[in-house]
């Protein structure tokens, strides 16, 4: 490397920080290849609850009611009419059922429900807009003994306070939660004694007291003003509104301008009644409150408008009706009655009032009709609700597109095989937007939650074989494509349950047959399978354990020229980047002893989920993440075996002093030159770096591939001729990604000498 005056050094510095800081974005062509979208289930739509972001768009939590999955609806405009709206399953197999839902002040869910697998009151805290990210914080509130009616606020610190009923005691209880995820709180016996809880609606009073309306003792409508902020005064029993000789469902509570409260229900007596009760105190003890019934009519929701006139929303047999108050007390005997839709789905409604008073309804089905089913989101054009849009939700949105491996037939198929919602998928596409006629999308496993960590190669027929882990049985999977499309398969479970199979990275050793290194998750050791057979169908499998750890928490698997693996691996005990080097195609302890198992780069803090290959000369290239910098790095072997003292060790991007390098995958071009895809994790982006020599010693190239939202996560690229093409997870749509990036993007050899040795 030439030596550089000062002021050289500095200008070199410069040009290193200003391209890690702020790397162009190329115009890249950019596909979402598997937006995760798949049909939903008639029977959902039960208990929805229906609130509005601060855009006007509604969100709506509800259930399945056979299955009683939880589900999320995140409208994209505020009739739910684009077509692009997401929908996911947030709780699964009978875990979710009477849910409610508030939004925290960036919009993201806090959603409370009934979890009937083993009848405990859930709190369930999104990160982000759609809970997609798969790191929300999930808390029981109330271990097996709660029962299925619950509601939650946010108090003024943001922090969830959440009513229900525990059946253990037959009492309404209160949470008020010291933090956003309530991981510590004041729990409270509001008011014992009840028998059978349903229906609780709760409000803040101006002092941020509880108050709390239910069906309770007897099936009466009860109510509750608390008199201290945790309800725990012991002095706030709850006392009887309304007694029918029947029930007070679908209860809704509201305050007034002056904190008295207005609350909806029914009478389920006879045909039903949609009724109104407005106190004339805070609490409802003043013996003369007005009750009034609205329209004849069940499944009834309300809110108030801004002159504070209550506004319902009902079934009427079949149909869907609103009501319009003219006075406070819906007193006036003059209420404008009209009929949203007649479509037979109406069974249960939510409703709020839009920036303009408008009505918005969600309506989905009963428990009594599941053929019936499904959700419609009502969204009126005016306040009277004389029309309005009425929109079935009819797909639903699943989680697809982490840990993705691609590959590129000699006939231009590319394949992507990823996980998606606990399934292993793939795609063949003919093309980078994966739209041609016939591009088939395969759920090649779906039995538990498989399809993690992909790794992928084409075997000598140009047919994927796939390695990946199953995550519930921590177990490693093999997949011996019959077709492109994988519709055909012979699949192998090549480590017994608890075996391991994390991080699996698949060659084929020159008869075909596969040879994997994975790490085990309960212990961390770094282990081999090298199957007798191509399927891996066969008793003669072998497994080895290379490093007994606990050590290998990400494997990188490429085979010398004599067919013995080389894995680099993020030792985890030393938080350093580790290479092994097997001495015989199996890494067996019987053949010359141990392995050997070097530390090219002793960190601290780096090493996390190499990415290898070999050069022209055998000898590995290693990208890899520096997670206590936050820097992608690099590393050059001298030799085959990666002896340290002839390695080079770079920092490739720091970003600037931005998060870069995460899950790097490599590859290189024609001539050697590394190309290497990795995440920006501080501006959620996909960047490419491309370098100008073999051993990246002369320069690179940075550029930002796709920014848009928060992308660029778990990449896989693979380059061909002229083009790279790299697909990753969209973490904002919950999907699958393809970019198409031209080798031309790095073609400029214009940073010389601009890297940091280390």
């Known amino acids: 490397m030439k030596q550089l005056s000062a002021r050289g050094r500095m200008g070199h510095w410069l040009v290193w920080w200003l391209v890690g800081a702020f790397p162009p974005t190329l115009a890249a062509a950019v596909y979402l290849i598997d937006p995760g979208v798949v049909p939903i289930p008639s029977t959902i739509g039960r208990n929805s609850h229906l609130v509005l972001d601060a855009s006007g768009y509604p969100v709506v939590v509800f ?16 009739a739910c009419s684009g077509g692009d709206d997401h929908i996911r399953v947030l709780a699964a197999d009978v875990e979710g059922d009477n849910p409610r839902i508030v939004l925290d002040a960036s919009n993201h869910p806090v959603v409370t429900y009934f979890r009937g697998i083993d009848a405990s009151m859930v709190l369930l805290r999104c990160n982000d807009p759609i809970c997609a990210g798969a790191d ?17 606020l946010l108090d003024g610190a943001g922090n969830p306070v ?19 995820a309530c991981l510590s709180e004041t729990a409270s016996v509001v008011s014992a004694g009840e028998g059978v809880i349903g229906y609780v609606s709760m409000v803040l009073d101006g002092v941020g007291r509880p108050v709390i309306a239910f069906q309770g003792l007897g099936f009466d409508l009860r109510l509750t003003h608390c008199n201290d902020l945790a309800c725990a005064g012991a002095d706030d029993a709850a006392h009887t509104l309304y007694t029918t000789p029947s029930q007070t469902p679908d209860v809704r509570l509201l305050l007034d301008a002056s904190g008295n409260p207005v609350i909806g229900f029914t009478d389920a007596a006879g045909s039903g009644a949609v009724m109104l009760i407005h106190c004339n105190d805070s609490a409802c003890i003043g013996s003369n409150e007005s009750v009034q019934s609205v329209a004849v009519g069940r499944s009834s929701s309300m809110a108030m408008d801004g002159a504070g006139r209550p506004a319902f929303a009902f079934r009427d047999g079949s149909l869907l009706k609103s009501a319009r108050c003219n006075d406070f007390n819906c007193a006036g005997g003059n209420e404008l009655i009209t009929t949203v839709t007649s479509d037979y ?43 309005a849009t009425s929109i079935a939700i009819t797909e639903q949105k ?7 491996s691609i590959v590129r037939s000699s006939g231009g198929t590319l394949f992507v095989a990823y996980w998606g919602a606990g399934d292993l998928r793939l795609r063949a596409c003919q093309s980078p937007a994966c739209d041609q006629l016939g591009d088939p999308l395969t759920v090649v496993e779906s039995t538990g939650d498989v399809g993690a960590d992909t790794s992928m190669v084409l075997a000598a027929d140009g047919l994927p074989v796939i390695a990946h882990w199953d995550v519930g049985n921590d177990a ?5 494509c019959g077709n492109a499309a994988c519709t055909t398969a012979a699949t192998a479970a090549v480590t017994a349950i608890g075996e391991g199979g994390r991080s699996p990275s698949l060659a084929l050793d020159a008869g075909g047959r596969p040879v994997v290194s994975y790490s085990a998750q309960v212990t961390d050791s770094l282990k081999l399978a090298h199957c007798a057979v191509p399927t891996c169908i066969s008793f ?25 693996p080389i894995v680099a691996l993020h030792a985890s005990s030393l938080g350093a980047l580790a290479v092994a080097h097997c001495n015989d195609p199996n890494c067996s302890l019987a053949v010359g002893g141990g392995e050997s198992v070097v ?8 090493g996390s989920a190499p990415a290898i290959h070999l050069d022209a000369a055998g000898r590995p290239l290693i990208a890899y993440y520096d997670q206590a910098q936050g820097d992608l790095k690099f590393s050059a072997c001298g030799d085959v075996g990666c002896t340290p003292a002839l390695a080079s060790v770079i920092t490739l991007d720091d970003g600037g002093g931005a998060d870069v390098g995460s899950n790097p995958a490599i590859d290189l071009d024609d001539s050697g030159r590394p190309v290497i895809a990795y995440h920006d994790a501080t501006a959620g982006a996909l960047r490419l770096a491309g370098c100008a020599t073999p051993t990246c010693d002369a320069g690179r190239i940075i550029v930002v591939v796709d920014d848009v939202g928060f992308t660029g996560l778990e990449p896989a690229l693979v380059v061909a001729g002229a083009m790279v093409y790299v697909s990753y997870y969209d973490k904002d749509l919950t999907g699958l990604k393809l970019a198409e990036v031209p080798l031309s993007a790095f073609a400029a050899d214009i940073f010389q000498d601009g890297f940091e040795s280390e």
């Open 63 to 78: 259930s399945d009611q056979i299955n009683s999955d939880l589900f999320l609806l995140r409208c994209n405009d505020p």
């Open 136 to 152: 929300e914080v999930l808390t029981v509130l109330d271990p097996g003994g709660s029962g299925a009616s619950s509601d939650v």
């Open 162 to 180: 959440v009513a229900w009923f525990d059946n253990s005691t037959d009492s309404l209880v209160l949470v008020d939660c010291n933090d956003p």
């Open 345 to 387: 789905n109406s069974f249960e409604t939510s409703m709020a009032l839009d920036a303009s008073g408008y009505p918005v309804v969600a309506s989905g089905t009963s428990f009594c009709c599941p053929q019936q089913g499904g959700v419609r989101i009502n969204h009126c054009a005016d306040e009277f609700c004389s029309t």
């Open 398 to 404: 699943i989680d697809v597109g982490r840990s993705s």
């Open 476 to 480: 490693l999977r093999l997949v011996d």
């Open 540 to 564: 003669s499998n072998s497994i080895e354990v290379i490093d007994p750890g606990p050590d290998a928490s990400g494997t990188a698997l490429a085979l010398d020229a004599a067919g013995n």
């Open 599 to 606: 530390i090219p780069d002793p960190g601290p803090g780096v």
